[in-house]
């Protein structure tokens, strides 16, 4: 969606100029030549961008600005006719986010106005957390680790496996047969039996990790599966 900025500028000319400029640049550029008109228009419709002069008939924009502050961090750049009036406007530590100068490039304002709005966007919110059958489990394949909410549970290569095996399918029940098939390479004088004390270290350590549930559930004289 198009941002929006608001233009207060009494100089229609000037003003004029920049709403092209942005609106070329796809935002949505608007106007206004009075200062108390702003205020109102920032209280009723707030752009994402103010850039506001600071001689204004109405209101004046360092009145604006301190009023906006009251209650909004809508991101504002300041216009300024004289440069040394920047170190004044600085010192009154307003909260403006940038200032420019008249005379100003057109194209230089339209920069500032983007690298202001990329600084103002929230920041990319954390991924969410990976789950296996609703617990927040990973399964992390090249590390060849499984973390609990994050937490990596110490796990050997062979409980890695079998974890990797079983919650891949949640849900599913996997016999002895099966789970000794993907955890042994040569399998020939492996006991079946051999899968049951992995699987009693994988559970004991699973029970630390969720206390209250039991992830991978024995089914009598069938096999193995990780509730879903
Ligand atoms: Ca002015």
């Known amino acids: ?15 004029q100029i920049l709403a092209e400029y942005l609106q070329r640049d796809g935002f949505v550029a608007t106007t206004i030549a009075d200062g108390l008109v702003a205020m109102a228009e920032l209280q009723r419709a707030p752009p994402d961008l103010l850039l506001l ?14 009023e906006l502050r009251r209650s909004s961090a809508l991101p504002v750049i300041m216009v300024t006719a004289r440069s040394e009036e920047i170190d004044r406007l600085l010192g009154l530590e307003l909260g403006a986010d ?3 100068c008249k005379p100003y490039s057109p194209r230089e304002v339209v920069a500032r106005v983007k690298s202001v709005l990329r600084r103002a966007q929230p920041a990319a919110s954390p991924p969410a957390m990976p789950t296996v059958g609703g617990r927040p489990l ?17 796990l050997t290569p062979k409980e890695f496996r079998l974890l990797q095996v079983l919650a891949a399918r ?6 002895r047969a099966q789970l000794l098939d993907a955890i042994y390479e040569d ?3 492996v006991s079946e039996r051999a899968i049951d004390s992995h699987l009693k270290n994988l559970r004991r350590k699973l029970a630390q990790a969720f206390p209250d549930d039991e992830p991978i ?10 509730e879903s």
Not at 138 to 154: F, P
């Open 98 to 100: 940038d200032y420019v």
């Open 1 to 15: 969606m198009s941002k929006k900025i608001l233009i207060v500028e009494d100089e229609a000319d000037l003003a």
């Open 217 to 226: 559930r024995s089914i009598y004289g069938v096999g193995f599966a990780f």
């Open 138 to 154: 990973e399964i992390d394949r090249d590390a060849r680790q499984a973390r609990v909410a994050g937490k990596s549970l110490e």
């Open 187 to 189: 399998q020939f004088d």
């Open 53 to 66: 002069d600071l001689m204004l008939p109405g209101m004046d924009g360092i009145s604006i600005l301190r």
């Open 170 to 175: 949640p849900g599913r029940v996997f016999s």
